[in-house]
């Protein structure tokens, strides 16, 4: 069973960056997508971006297309969410999840790290 543990948030000034990382443990982490999501005060969660276990195959919300960067290292068995021109809507915690692809839903996840942009 893989277990992911998220580090790299923090406070950063709009405009800056930030790169969240999502360490997993277990085997076989080719074997599964990761998405990451946020939760912002008071709001539901959202989906940010995903990768499949190749990490050929990305995808990503309309609100940070081209602004943040999902990846992954299957030897380090860790993936990366580069997150550039940040925007105070961006502040939420974030978190990193992950299903087996031969599943439809996210059933392993992280605890969560938080990221605030001040403007």
């Known amino acids: 069973q893989v277990q992911l543990v998220e580090s790299g948030g923090g406070l950063v000034q709009a405009g800056g960056s930030l790169r969240l990382s999502c360490a997993a443990s277990?085997?076989?982490?080719?074997?599964?997508?990761v998405g990451w999501f946020r939760q912002a005060p008071g709001t539901g969660r959202e989906s940010v971006a995903a990768?499949?276990?190749?990490?050929?195959?990305?995808h990503y919300a309309t609100s940070v297309e081209g602004r943040f960067t999902i990846s992954r290292n299957n030897v380090r068995n860790t993936v990366y969410l580069q997150m550039n021109s940040l925007k105070p809507e961006d502040t939420a915690v974030y978190y990193c999840?992950?299903?087996?692809?031969?599943?439809?839903?996210?059933?392993?996840w992280g605890q969560g790290t938080r990221v605030t942009v001040s403007s």
């Open positions: 990768i499949d276990g190749s990490g050929r195959a990305t």
């Open positions: 277990g085997r076989s982490f080719i074997n599964y997508v």
């Open positions: 999840a992950a299903k087996h692809r031969a599943t439809n839903e996210y059933s392993i």
